[in-house]
Structures are given as C-alpha cells and as structure tokens.
C-alpha cells in the first residue's frame, strides 16, 4: 500500500514515539527522509538515526529521539507543506519560527537545509515542517 504522505508518515512517528518515551523509531527509508533526519541531528533535536538493510532491496531508517531529564527535546514538531497544499517561501518572507528558539526545515534547490542557513546562502524553498 502506497502512503500520500511520507514525509507526514515519519514525522508522526517521532511525535509519538516521544509521547510514548521510545528511545528510538523506525520508519522506511527514502534520502529525502534521511536529509530531514540529517537536518534534525545537526539542529539538535534527534541523537542520531542509522540506516540499516532489512532485505529484499529496502532500507529502515532508525531515528534515535533525545530527552532531556526526561522531557523530549521536541517540544513542538507540525507538517507545514502537505500534498495536498505545498506551501513555498522567497528568502525575504522566511520569518523565524518561536522568534529563533524554533527552526523550519526547508527543502531548497540546494538541498533540505535550516531557515537560518537558508537565509545565510540567500535561497527560498517549500517549507517541510517546523520544529521547536
């Protein structure tokens, strides 16, 4: 069965895995993914993530959430840019989110990348998600 939103897919999963106290998800591969994972663990709000071969030509990728004495280091995390509804930004209307304790994580020409490197290498994109 195909999804509709992959992307929405994984970020419910490392939402609820967070609610639950998880130490880590899993959730099918794509390097789209993997680049938001990269994203995260760069921004500080995942430990890690791993990718590791299950068989049969697919890929699982592990993410590894962070707590923080117990409270999950994403307080917020919501899909901005949907299928149904992509949601694009010039770098003049890129605004920080919770006025920069927050981050958007947006999917440029150059690649998936924060708001504030966005705005430093002077390039707009589709807004994937929000994180704070």
């Known amino acids: 069965m195909t999804m509709s939103d992959p992307v929405g897919d994984m970020l419910t999963r490392i939402r609820n895995g967070l609610h639950a106290n998880h130490p880590s998800v899993n959730c099918p591969h794509s390097a789209f993914r993997e680049s938001i994972c990269k994203e995260l663990q760069e921004e500080g709000y995942i430990r890690g993530f791993s990718?590791?071969?299950?068989?049969?030509?697919?890929?699982?990728?592990?993410?590894?959430?962070?707590?923080?004495?117990?409270?999950?280091?994403?307080?917020?995390?919501?899909r901005v840019s949907k299928p149904g509804r992509r949601i694009y930004t010039k770098i003049t209307d890129i605004e920080p989110f919770y006025n920069g304790l927050g981050v958007s994580i947006i999917s440029t020409p150059r690649g998936?990348?924060?708001?504030?490197?966005?705005?430093?290498?002077?390039v707009g994109g589709e807004i994937i998600c929000q994180v704070y």
């Open 51 to 78: 990718v590791a071969d299950i068989g049969n030509n697919k890929k699982e990728l592990t993410i590894e959430l962070k707590y923080d004495e117990g409270q999950p280091a994403i307080r917020e995390l919501k």
């Open 112 to 122: 998936v990348m924060a708001d504030h490197r966005a705005k430093t290498e002077n």
